[in-house]
């Protein structure tokens, strides 16, 4: 007989499940939506719904998985409800009016930070604290390969079988990962007496209850616009060195492979760098991939999608294992699920920013990616954690 695999196993593996449902359920429904309203338009303001919300819903989910005695029924009610969201604007797309489905979408958003955020906040139940840094990047390789499966699950699906079935395993992946959640332990710890408000604005400012995770979340949070700049150029990139639009957006594939080797390198030995110093670099190599996707050669664009991987990668990875680090414990939901929130809108902001300017310049939108990363890194360098003598 095979053996069973480890509660940690379970959770990683149903994780990776939720996020390839979450990654296939933006293109698909953008994919449903342009085939059945025929505009541009109102496909982007459903999907912009979809992430926009998450703002909002990624504080609210921290307060109830801090507050749940089974985080485990919180995680699955919200992928239940996650679920039950795009099942209705598939149903409703061409049926329901155009208002009723934004508001649909935004509802459907609120709950999009537990297919992160929330998942990640539960591994310290599952293992030992020696345990946890190789669990973090465990956890951060699965982010990146539902990153790289999602998009192209939803292509796939869609050119065999169409949009509309592209959005429906969407939703059955989602709804696989429920078991594992309701698997989860039950917690003995005494959980938070605060009243919810005060929980709720412990948990913001429990983003910044460190120096380094201050430094995290901002670094993060602003490198994130920069990749959102990076995605949506990349259809034009496409149109404009390679031949079509769908080529560049092809190549976010190898994006997604390059930050799976570099996160499988890491997790090997996963304290041979201190995280702190790995999320600096990392958003210098950022801004060094957008710099070289301006030069207008097919080759140098190949090579900005492969150096993009090798920074988000590490990044993602740094970025879990010094929350886990650093979050206080009655807390956690919190600063996993906020934290997922304002990365989702970041990148939201970050698209909506640079299909603006790229419309009159795609190098300007470029060097704006450029700018936002080496904004990161100002902050990361402006953060740093005082010495004894500098502090007051």
Same mark, same amino acid.
């Given at each position: 007989?095979?053996?069973?695999?480890?509660?940690?196993?379970?959770?990683? =593996?149903?994780?990776a499940?939720?996020?390839?449902?979450?990654?296939?359920?933006?293109?698909?429904?953008?994919?449903?939506?342009?085939?059945?309203t025929?505009?541009?338009?109102?496909?982007? %303001?459903?999907f912009?719904?979809?992430?926009?919300?998450?703002?909002l819903?990624?504080?609210? /989910?921290g307060?109830?998985?801090?507050?749940?005695?089974?985080?485990?029924?919180v995680?699955?009610?919200?992928?239940?409800?996650?679920?039950?969201?795009?099942?209705?604007?598939?149903?409703?797309?061409?049926?329901?009016?155009?208002?009723?489905? /934004?508001?649909?979408?935004?509802?459907?958003?609120?709950? %999009?930070?537990?297919l992160?955020?929330?998942?990640?906040?539960?591994?310290?139940?599952?293992?030992?604290?020696?345990?946890?840094?190789? &669990?973090?990047?465990?956890?951060?390789l699965?982010?990146?390969?539902?990153?790289?499966?999602?998009?192209? /699950?939803?292509?796939?699906?869609?050119?065999?079988?169409?949009?509309?079935?592209?959005?429906?395993?969407?939703?059955?992946?989602? /709804? =696989?990962?429920?078991?594992?959640?309701?698997?989860l332990? &039950?917690?003995? #710890?005494?959980?938070?007496?605060?009243?919810?408000?005060?929980?709720?604005?412990?948990g913001v400012s429990?983003?910044?209850?460190?120096?380094?995770?201050?430094?995290?979340?901002? @670094?993060? #949070? @602003?490198?994130?616009?920069g990749d959102g700049?990076?995605?949506?150029?990349?259809?034009?990139?496409?149109?404009?060195? =390679?031949?079509g639009?769908a080529?560049?957006t092809?190549l976010?594939?190898?994006?997604?492979?390059?930050?799976?080797?570099?996160?499988?390198?890491l997790?090997?030995?996963?304290?041979?760098?201190?995280?702190?110093? @790995? +999320?600096?670099?990392?958003?210098? @190599?950022?801004?060094?991939?957008?710099?070289?996707?301006?030069?207008?050669?097919?080759?140098? +664009?190949?090579?900005?999608?492969?150096?993009?991987?090798?920074?988000e990668?590490?990044?993602?990875?740094?970025?879990l294992?010094?929350?886990?680090?650093?979050a206080?414990?009655?807390?956690?939901?919190?600063?996993?699920?906020?934290?997922?929130?304002?990365?989702?809108?970041?990148?939201?902001?970050?698209?909506?920013?640079?299909g603006?300017?790229?419309?009159?310049?795609?190098?300007?939108?470029?060097?704006? %990616? &450029?700018?936002?990363?080496?904004?990161?890194g100002?902050?990361?360098?402006?953060?740093?954690?005082l #010495? &004894?003598?500098?502090?007051?």
């Amino acid at each position: 007989m095979l053996p069973r695999p480890s509660p940690l196993a379970r959770h990683l =593996l149903a994780a990776a499940l939720a996020r390839t449902g979450d990654d296939m359920a933006g293109p698909a429904l953008l994919l449903l939506a342009l085939g059945v309203t025929g505009g541009p338009a109102r496909a982007s %303001g459903l999907f912009g719904a979809l992430l926009l919300s998450a703002a909002l819903g990624g504080p609210v /989910l921290g307060v109830l998985l801090d507050r749940a005695r089974r985080p485990g029924l919180v995680l699955a009610a919200a992928l239940a409800g996650y679920a039950a969201g795009l099942a209705l604007l598939l149903l409703g797309l061409g049926r329901a009016p155009y208002p009723l489905l /934004l508001a649909i979408a935004f509802l459907t958003g609120l709950l %999009g930070p537990a297919l992160s955020g929330g998942w990640t906040s539960q591994v310290p139940a599952l293992v030992a604290p020696a345990a946890l840094p190789r &669990a973090a990047a465990l956890d951060a390789l699965g982010f990146t390969v539902a990153s790289l499966l999602g998009p192209a /699950l939803a292509g796939l699906c869609a050119s065999l079988a169409g949009a509309p079935v592209s959005v429906a395993a969407a939703v059955t992946l989602v /709804l =696989l990962a429920a078991p594992a959640a309701l698997r989860l332990p &039950a917690l003995t #710890t005494p959980r938070p007496s605060s009243r919810p408000l005060a929980q709720l604005r412990d948990g913001v400012s429990a983003l910044g209850a460190t120096r380094p995770l201050a430094r995290a979340t901002v @670094v993060s #949070t @602003v490198s994130c616009a920069g990749d959102g700049v990076f995605v949506t150029c990349m259809p034009l990139l496409g149109a404009r060195l =390679l031949g079509g639009a769908a080529h560049g957006t092809s190549l976010l594939a190898l994006s997604a492979a390059s930050a799976l080797a570099a996160g499988a390198v890491l997790a090997r030995r996963p304290t041979a760098l201190p995280p702190d110093a @790995v +999320l600096g670099a990392s958003v210098v @190599v950022l801004a060094a991939a957008h710099l070289l996707a301006t030069v207008p050669s097919p080759w140098a +664009l190949l090579a900005a999608v492969l150096l993009t991987g090798a920074g988000e990668g590490p990044q993602l990875t740094a970025l879990l294992a010094i929350r886990h680090r650093d979050a206080p414990a009655r807390l956690r939901g919190q600063v996993f699920t906020t934290g997922a929130s304002l990365k989702i809108t970041a990148r939201a902001v970050g698209a909506a920013l640079a299909g603006t300017l790229a419309a009159h310049s795609l190098t300007a939108a470029l060097l704006m %990616g &450029a700018t936002l990363n080496l904004l990161a890194g100002a902050a990361f360098w402006a953060l740093r954690p005082l #010495t &004894a003598a500098a502090r007051p």
